[in-house]
């Protein structure tokens, strides 16, 4: 197969390298360097999708992330992935693509009748249409709109791609690579600030790769590709290609999608397929240069129509002719460049030029070349289906407004250059107060809110000798007042051709009697008529015609329609564009995978698990765990068949006639010292505490300063100054940051330390008649007996060489004790209670046999103490001190909380009182 | 009695990740430390006593922000205003300390069991932080430590070397698996050496 | 993502803080008598600025400092920290 749209010499692809594809099932080869784009135009093939909204037939507007039409569905190793841009996807061995937006296929698409019933669907015909009957909408209308539209397939499989997150920090963060961004950042590193370079394209250089330029006598891209090798070099300075700087959000922080992987066959084993960088700057410079625009015309959405900017970019960088006959159709001195090119390649270009009588520099050398040039002309319409095979053209009066009669041109491909628009939406993300041009026709940034600057033609200066200049001098004067070094440089002389001024002319008008669809938004179908019948309807605001008709609202975001949907608004309106102003720009500037966006917090390390010392020899034993917060606690421990509800009943009996033992260590444990902690815990907790003893425990509750019951929990007084502090599982962080938020901020005078011991101990819950039995067992050096450790005891004992406390407290009702020792000892004490509870027929029982027993014994826990009841509804109300205040008693006078009717909780027993 | 540190379960000696055709010495390696003695030493608001006077196996507490004092067995890490965390492989510094130490000035709290701990080697050390951690660690110096997250865990990271870089990190004990999942998961793509 | 100044250890990433409310509200002293209208204000009452703000933070996952931060409720600017008992300047 040959490759019938390539050059024989050029571009900077590598030649030496074919790499084969296919695209909706067939083969093709390009080049190393290629993108999919750039080697299906290679290879003559221009349709590839149908539109959004009428399926008509779809080719190439652009060469890069401004592409509203090719966007596919690329499968690569076993995976596939939607909503990829064949202007950004690099071309690698066996990759294959296909289209999307059609069926059965893109050259006979079922969806296209809608083309021809266009008349039926004008803006906001979703909206008028089905809404009615309501109860149609998600069994017909819904499941037939998804079926209709979208933009590919997400998989439904598991992606085994990795994506990885990574936080830096720099000096200067610098969006682009083109001259703006390399001058900046050459100067910046070399006063030795930590710089990062960030392109979004896999080459360096950005306008320099494909304009006719000299810096410093030597092309523009011989001397990009020389800075970018000196920075590369320098240990101060990051340079990353294929990464797309797509957010800026508050304090300077910015995000970064690296594409790590997506240009080769396969990620490597190990490595991401995607890194997404929060970087944060001292200052961001954003040299993310300009878009070209469209002029809209007949039919402007045609196979074959493009950017002109586009088609030089595929003649120079890839070395692809985008046509044999090619229509330039400019409003400013750009389209000439691309003329040029095609020129020199032996091909012939005719150039449409809006304006009566342009003169510049580049527009002589056109001349001398020899190219056929027509003055005051426009493209009225495309003619051809899936391809462009001529041009209705015409005169056109200087005001504008009126078409002379109208000729037919062949030709296969249409030019199109309607001037620059600054890409801004990083400075607008940043909350700069952008500005309207009018030298430009477009927006450019206006007061900087952030440590931001824009340099270069997104700040809307298209020469380069001044954008190197400022450039330069930007990076020095930034990086300077971070590092205080203040290097020189030279600024290189520039030779470039002077431009004419551009025409402010945006569209075409309709010849008469004719009524050609005249597209502002290419990606979600948005025609001229569309924001006509808006305005017509009543919509005003630039926002709701943006939602009304959708424009702007694709996954390019408008890049190539906004400004002239602008225009459009602003003419009908009879407003001036600034007064209508732009949509708001929201990142991401590019659409960003969603794996990127979660990186590794996948499957189970979706959140973070926490785990007791004991938990293994729970899985040893077949327990059923349960979410508990991030703890993982066994729910019950499963014999044979038993469901849930057989196991845990069968181990709360077992508690109620032998002993049972459970894992507790989750519970929240606090250390409270500190000579003024009796205090302390005093006007915390709603009881009394000056008076207990050390070697005792007692029960409270605490509450919120609104009434609200927070935690309850036993504490225990391990010596005078010193206390142990229990908390429930759940509100153990919560009641640590409310014990510090007293005494840093409302106590201060008082002397206490609270830190956290919940990791410190072990903890096992003893419960059961024959508990005793056993804690004599496990400590039999230790007096047990209930004159030696009483209800709400506490001692220190020895388990066979380990420290260990016991706690003589209870839950279930029934003779329990809790007995911690230090974490890693915690399987040690845990079998040992297991292996001498044996012949007490000892079992471990679950948090559902916990609950069954505290249920039965009328203990509140998490359920009931949901955030939502005070005292009173838990029966708690005994425990409120009277004669001393606490945090949130006065919330307890409110009206509401001493209403008669609050539900209450109440024990309920069998009237036989059995069972 | 046998003790089973935090990460034992997890930990499993070996190399992995992409360590093929890479020399060992330019790896990363990760290893669990146990047995240490950590105390909480924290100075109460009323207390007087000047830190000049008060030394633990020879070192002085001093209340700089993300300052390690540290000799060969003990590492004295800032961790809060008057709020110090103390490391040590002497055991008996606890001794030393319940006996210098007046409990109406100091609280001291033993969370030797409460901590995870991870030491990674090696010159991409600091990019395996970067990974989960949004520290500045471009300002990170040798004995300098701080208190952060990894992926959400509450982690302490204090610097041990700069030749090459080495860090310990301490996390939470409940959390270790998933700390050392996240650590050693970060590492892969420069492949590393457990120890 | 906000950057916020702990005026115990320096600039730190939000990841780190908890937010926590209304830095201006006092807590009336214990066993003084206070009005409803006192305690509703204390526990409810609340302006909701669009500006100017001073609120606690607390650096939980650093050194567990509460803090006050007077920050811009519009646009996130951050004018000064200050320690929990700082005087307000």
């Not at chain 2, 990019?127 to 300002?139: A, D, H, I, R, S």
Request: charged fraction near 25%; charge should be neutral.
């Amino acid at each position: 197969m040959t490759q019938s749209y390539r050059i024989e010499t050029g571009g900077l692809i590598n030649r030496n390298k074919k790499i084969s594809f296919k695209f909706n099932g067939t083969s093709y080869f390009g080049y190393e360097g290629d993108t999919l784009a750039s080697a299906l135009l290679a290879n003559g093939v221009h349709l590839v999708g149908r539109s959004f909204k009428y399926h008509r037939p779809r080719g190439f507007f652009g060469a890069g992330v401004d592409e509203p039409y090719a966007v596919v569905q690329l499968y690569r190793n076993g995976e596939t992935e939607p909503n990829i841009k064949a202007t950004e996807q690099e071309l690698f061995e066996g990759l294959e693509a296909s289209s999307v937006n059609c069926w059965p296929s893109v050259n006979f698409d079922i969806g296209a009748i809608n083309n021809f019933l266009k008349i039926f669907l004008p803006a906001g015909f979703y909206y008028k249409t089905f809404m009615w009957p309501k109860s149609f909408w998600y069994k017909i209308y819904e499941p037939f709109i998804r079926k209709a539209a979208g933009l590919g397939v997400a998989s439904t499989k598991h992606d085994k791609e990795r994506y990885e997150h990574k936080y830096e920090y720099c000096d200067l963060l610098i969006a682009g690579s083109g001259p703006s961004g390399l001058a900046s950042a050459y100067s910046a590193a070399k006063n030795g600030a930590k710089v990062i370079l960030a392109e979004d394209k896999p080459r360096y250089g950005g306008s320099l790769l494909t304009s006719d330029v000299n810096i410093g006598n030597q092309s523009g891209k011989d001397w990009a590709d020389g800075i970018i090798s000196e920075l590369k070099e320098m240990p101060n300075v990051t340079v990353k290609n294929r990464s797309q700087v797509f957010g800026y959000y508050d304090h300077n922080m910015l995000v970064m999608s690296e594409k790590v992987s997506d240009h080769l066959p396969k990620t490597k084993k190990y490595h991401p397929n995607k890194r997404l960088w929060y970087i944060r700057a001292k200052e961001v410079l954003i040299s993310s240069g300009s878009i070209e625009r469209p002029i809209v015309f007949g039919n402007n959405d045609t196979p074959g129509v493009m950017l002109s900017s586009a088609a030089k970019e595929y003649l120079k960088v890839y070395g692809v002719l985008v046509g044999k006959k090619p229509l330039v159709f400019t409003n400013n001195d750009s389209g000439y460049e691309t003329a040029i090119e095609f020129k020199k390649h032996g091909v012939e270009p005719i150039v449409l030029d809006s304006r009566s009588n342009p003169q510049s520099e580049i527009i002589d050398e056109a001349k001398n070349l020899g190219i056929n040039i027509k003055n005051s002309y426009v493209v009225v319409a495309a003619q051809g289906y899936k391809k462009v095979k001529s041009a209705d053209v015409a005169t056109i009066s200087e005001d504008k407004k009126t078409l002379g009669k109208i000729e037919n041109i062949n030709c296969d491909c249409i030019c199109v250059s309607g001037f620059w628009t600054p890409t801004i939406h990083l400075v607008s993300q940043s909350g700069n107060k952008t500005k309207f041009n009018e030298e430009i026709d477009a927006f450019v940034p206006g007061v900087s809110k952030q440590n931001e600057t824009t340099l270069g033609a997104a700040n809307g200066v298209f020469t380069l000798e001044e954008t190197l200049k400022t450039s330069f001098e930007k990076g020095k004067e930034l990086s300077k007042k971070i590092t205080e070094k203040d290097n020189e440089i030279s600024i290189p002389n520039v030779v470039e051709k002077k431009y004419s001024k551009h025409d402010k002319f945006w569209c075409v008008p309709l010849p008469k009697g004719k009524s050609y669809k005249r597209f502002l938004d290419f990606q979600n179908d948005v025609a001229v008529s569309d924001v006509e019948i808006a305005l017509r309807e009543g919509y005003r605001s630039i926002e709701h015609v943006k939602r009304y008709t959708t424009l702007g609202m694709a996954t390019d975001q408008g890049k190539t329609s906004n400004l002239n949907g602008l225009q459009l608004v602003s003419e009908i309106e009879n407003k001036v564009v600034p007064s209508v102003g732009h949509t708001t720009f929201r990142p991401p500037y590019t659409p960003i995978s969603i794996g990127a966006i979660v990186g590794r917090e996948v499957g189970k390390h979706s959140k973070p698990t926490r785990k007791s010392p004991i938990h293994n020899w729970h899985e040893e034993h077949n327990a059923v765990f349960v979410d508990a917060g991030v703890w993982l606690r066994p729910r019950y421990y499963k014999r044979g068949n038993e469901t849930l509800f057989e196991a845990s009943k069968r181990e709360a009996k077992n508690v109620r006639t032998n002993v049972g033992v459970c894992d507790v260590t989750t519970l929240g444990k606090i250390d409270v010292k500190g000579p003024d902690a009796a205090e302390f815990l005093n006007r915390v907790y709603t009881n009394a505490w000056l008076k207990l003893p050390v070697g005792k425990a007692r029960y409270g509750v605490m509450l919120r300063e609104d009434g609200i019951v927070m935690d309850d929990g036993t504490t225990t007084r391990i010596s005078e100054n010193h206390y142990h502090m229990t908390t429930t599982t759940a509100q153990a962080a919560n009641v640590l940051s409310h014990l510090e938020y007293y005494l840093q901020l409302v106590w201060p005078e008082l002397n206490v330390n609270v830190v956290s011991t919940t990791e410190q101990w072990a903890g096992a819950a003893i419960a059961g008649p024959k508990s005793r039995d056993l804690l004599q067992k496990l400590f039999p050096k230790t007096d047990v007996s209930n004159e030696g450790l009483p209800f709400m005891g506490y001692v220190e004992g020895d388990l066979f060489g380990v420290k260990a406390r016991i706690f003589r407290i209870s839950f279930s009702g029934e003779l329990a004790y809790e007995v911690n020792v230090e974490s890693d000892n915690g399987r040690f004490m845990w079998e040992k209670i297991i292996e001498l509870g044996e012949e007490f027929q000892i079992q471990p029982y679950g948090t559902e046999a916990l609950s069954t027993l505290r249920i039965e014994m009328g203990h509140v826990a998490g359920s009931e103490l949901d955030g939502r009841t005070i005292p009173y509804d838990n029966a708690l109300e005994g425990l409120l001190s009277k004669k001393k205040d606490f945090i949130g008693k006065r919330s307890l006078q409110r009206a509401a909380f001493v209403a008669e009717d609050r539900q209450r909780i109440v024990g309920v027993v069998p009237l036989d009182k059995k069972n | 009695m046998s003790l089973i540190s935090a990460l034992n379960n997890v930990h499993a000696k070996g190399q992995f990740g992409d360590f093929e055709g890479k020399d060992d010495k330019n790896l990363l390696s990760i290893s669990e430390t146990t047995n240490l003695l950590i105390l909480q030493i924290v100075q109460y608001k009323s207390s007087n006593s000047s830190l000049d006077n008060m030394q633990v196996d020879g070192l002085n507490l001093r209340d700089n922000p993300s300052l390690v004092s540290s000799n060969d067995n003990t590492r004295i890490l800032w961790n809060g205003p008057r709020n110090w965390i103390l490391v040590s492989q002497k055991k008996d510094t606890l001794n030393e300390i319940e006996q210098k130490f007046n409990d109406n000035e100091f609280a001291i709290t033993d969370i030797s069991h409460s901590k995870a701990i991870i030491e990674i080697e090696g010159k991409e050390a600091k990019e395996v932080l970067k990974k989960g951690c949004p520290f500045n660690f471009g300002e990170l110096e040798k004995n300098q430590c701080l208190n952060s997250t990894y992926n959400g865990m509450s982690v302490t990271i204090d610097m041990l070397d700069d030749d090459p870089d080495k860090f310990r990190i301490f996390g939470l004990r409940s959390f270790g698996e998933s700390l050392y999942h996240s650590i050693t998961d970060a590492s892969l793509e420069f492949g590393y050496i457990a120890k | 993502m906000l950057h916020i100044k702990c005026p115990h250890c320096g600039m730190r990433s939000q990841n780190e803080f908890s937010y926590g409310g209304d830095a201006t509200v006092k807590r009336p002293e214990l066993n003084k008598e206070v009005t409803d209208q006192e305690w509703d204000n204390f526990v409810y009452n609340r302006v909701s600025p669009r500006g100017k703000h001073l609120e606690l933070w607390q650096h939980l996952s650093g050194c567990r400092q509460w803090i006050k931060v007077e920050r811009d409720t519009a646009t996130h600017e951050i004018f000064k920290t200050y320690k929990a008992n700082e005087e307000i300047a």
